[in-house]
């Protein structure tokens, strides 16, 4: 008698997906920090690129984070493909507007690291910097109408981490110094 098959999931393998997949649609974790950056360097004027990055490819880490970018991914090149059913061709495919299951599936990497996330997805959303622009713009042909929501949804997780993190750190060193001065 034969075995079923049985299911394993090999994270590795969602975790190398994910980032193909994120540069064959055309983005880089440079591009997301840089928006990182864009979020953070106000507060952090110390901040480098490397150190955006770094937080990028944390926030990338995640396993929910990796589940909303292969499904928007694909939700975005089965529209590009005609392939989904009417009327939500349209809908993903033209990104219409009132349709917000995009911006749902970028929550759910958002909430991953809590309100500060949350905030800066709304401004990174509403101003479309960087990549998120090239993203956004559909006469290129393809459709990003999850992508670009999930990629502004990365940057705003990854200056969220950070904002929690130097908190922490400033935190350590005034708790350090009021030792010393004891």
């Given amino acids: 008698m034969s075995q079923p098959h049985i299911y394993r999931l090999n994270s590795k393998e969602v975790a190398r997906a994910t980032e193909e997949w994120l540069t064959k649609r055309g983005v880089t974790k440079e591009q997301i920090g840089q928006l990182v950056m864009l979020l953070q360097k106000d507060y952090f004027p110390d901040l480098t690129l490397a150190e955006c990055v770094l937080n990028v490819e944390a926030v990338l880490s995640k396993r929910e984070v990796q589940n909303a970018v292969l499904t928007g991914i694909q939700l975005d090149m089965l529209a590009e493909e005609g392939k989904l059913l009417p009327p939500l061709q349209d809908m993903i495919a033209y990104d219409e507007g009132l349709y917000g299951c995009d911006e749902i599936l970028a929550l759910s990497i958002v909430n991953v ?64 110094a009021s030792h010393n001065d004891e």
Avoid at 118 to 143: A, H, I, M
Avoid at 156 to 173: D, G, L, M, P, V
């Fill in 113 to 176: 690291y809590g309100s500060i996330g949350l905030t800066n997805f709304g401004y990174v959303d509403k101003l479309k910097p960087g990549v998120l622009k090239k993203l956004n713009d559909k006469s290129s042909g393809e459709t990003h109408t999850f992508l670009d929501d999930i990629v502004g949804a990365i940057a705003a997780s990854a200056s969220s981490r950070i904002a929690h993190r130097k908190q922490a750190e400033r935190e350590e060193s005034e708790q350090n």
